[in-house]
């Protein structure tokens, strides 16, 4: 790596992770390598902890807002590996800007992140969020009984990405596909882009997938 290539890397860094928690007062920078996770869960399938970029997230949010229109609060935002939700932080400061009353969910297997997403929720929003200890692949979506859209910051592997998608086969669902190593398996599930978006770092490429006309 160059000498130019680190400064950017350190200067997006700050730019798209440290400073949101610098002017929140959250806890979502810090990475957690999977060797940190405490082995109570099989992590076989599922990638470390790093948070979403903040400019990434407004992007998709600006990108559905724009395409469902009024439909967009119709649909429940659940972010598939939340870590210590930033995400669901971000989504939902998007959405009190623009007056959109939304549900909005966070699931991760590994429980002290839900602790964490927890404490950073109240702390932003003074509130409690919808943050839930699960693992993607046996959590049941159908109960929701609402069109989803599903947010996946390159949570885990193809084998439980498919595994996801075959359980939210038969419910209405729009996927933004952070990071999309897997791209492959959303065309398995005849899902069909809607969004593309590429940049010179791996966390400003997102495709936004669907499964049902818009
Ligand atoms: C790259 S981080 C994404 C963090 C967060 N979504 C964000 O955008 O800031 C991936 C997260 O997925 C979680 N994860 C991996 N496999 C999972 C599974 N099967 N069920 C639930 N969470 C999972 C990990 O614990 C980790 O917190």
Redesign the pocket.
């Known amino acids: 790596m160059t000498l130019f290539n680190m400064l950017q890397k350190t200067w997006h860094n700050f730019l798209e992770r440290q400073l949101f928690d610098l002017i929140h007062g959250t806890n979502?920078y810090e990475v957690v390598d999977k060797a940190d996770?405490l082995p109570i869960v099989d992590l076989k399938?599922?990638?470390?902890?790093?948070?979403?970029w903040t400019n990434e997230v407004k992007n998709s949010h600006q990108v559905l807002t724009h395409l469902l229109k009024s439909h967009f609060s119709d649909y429940v935002f659940i972010?598939?590996?939340?870590?210590?939700g930033?995400?669901c932080l971000v989504w939902e400061m998007q959405n009190r800007r623009l007056a959109q009353n939304q549900l909005i969910y966070g699931?991760?297997?590994?429980e002290p992140?839900i602790t964490i997403a927890q404490k950073n929720y109240v702390q932003v929003f003074k509130q409690s969020g919808n943050f839930y200890h699960?693992?993607?692949?046996h959590f049941d979506y159908q109960q929701l009984n609402k069109p989803l859209i599903i947010?996946l910051?390159?949570?885990?592997d193809a084998y439980?990405l498919d595994a996801v998608l075959r359980k939210i086969d038969s419910t209405p669902c729009i996927c933004i596909y952070n990071i999309p190593m897997h791209q492959d398996v959303f065309d398995k599930h005849e899902f069909q882009r809607i969004y593309s978006k590429d940049g010179p770092n791996q966390n400003q490429k997102t495709i936004i997938y669907s499964n049902h006309e818009l």
């Open positions: 979502t996770f399938h599922g990638k470390a902890y790093y948070a979403s972010d598939l590996g939340c870590g210590k930033k995400a699931l991760d297997y590994y992140f699960a693992d993607a692949q947010y910051f390159n949570p885990f439980l």
